[in-house]
């Protein structure tokens, strides 16, 4: 266990739809990163938050937005779903701004879009 | 950014010490070499990391060059629970734009 947590687990929805995956960092966590994993491909990042302020941006769509809360939760938003943004979605947080810390991921989100 | 190069995949017996080398030619002075090991429908995990020379955890070795241009992930005695996907990952941790990518990583398969 990894100390990050990641809901829904499982999200199946249709094309055009929007929806939010949720994630929380491990405790004492300030950088939180999303990355995406289509079927037999390697991990794309897509965004980095530290303390609540986006830092970098990766391969991330327009349709795509994500923010970090005081809490330091982070939500990844997805909308006008396209069959092509049926992948896994994790999320990592490293005690660090530096993305050659240690990053520790949560188990995913499994998004299918029919 | 310095790019890898990594085999697609792998093949080994159990009981096997495995090797991975993964090639970055244009390795920046202040880059780290950092690997990850990630089982099917997870999230990777970090094994390993370094900068010059040899390091040595409870799961692994990585060797490092003098010149830094590769670096070789060693899996001593390897089990059927060690077939998973390793990645090879190379920066200096600067928050800049240029993010330390992932990539496809190497497939490695341990056979009983």
Request: proline share 4%; net charge negative.
């Amino acid at each position: 266990d990894s100390g990050v947590t990641q809901t829904p687990k499982h999200l199946i929805t249709a094309t055009g739809q929007r929806v939010t995956l949720r994630c929380s960092p491990r405790s004492g966590d300030l950088s939180v990163y999303w990355y995406q994993q289509s079927l037999d491909q390697g991990l794309q990042f897509l965004i980095q938050y530290y303390n609540g302020e986006e830092r970098a941006k990766g391969n991330i769509l327009e349709r795509f937005s994500a923010q970090q809360f005081p809490d330091l939760h982070s939500e990844l938003n997805l909308s006008s779903l396209e069959l092509g943004d049926s992948a896994l979605y994790f999320c990592a947080s490293s005690e660090s701004i530096a993305d050659d810390y240690e990053q520790y991921f949560g188990p995913g989100t499994r998004l299918t879009v029919t | 950014l310095a790019k890898t190069t990594q085999p697609i995949s792998m093949d080994s017996y159990e009981g096997q010490e495995v090797n991975i080398t993964c090639s970055h030619n244009n390795i920046a002075t202040n880059d780290y070499i950092t690997w990850y090991q990630q089982f099917p429908s997870q999230g990777p995990r970090f094994i390993i990391q370094g900068y010059k020379t040899k390091v040595t955890n409870e799961v692994a070795s990585l060797f490092i060059p003098a010149d830094r241009k590769s670096s070789t992930l060693s899996l001593p005695r390897v089990s059927l629970s060690d077939t998973a996907v390793y990645y090879c990952l190379v920066g200096d941790g600067d928050f800049g734009n240029e993010k330390l990518t992932f990539g496809t990583g190497t497939r490695l398969t341990i056979i009983p």
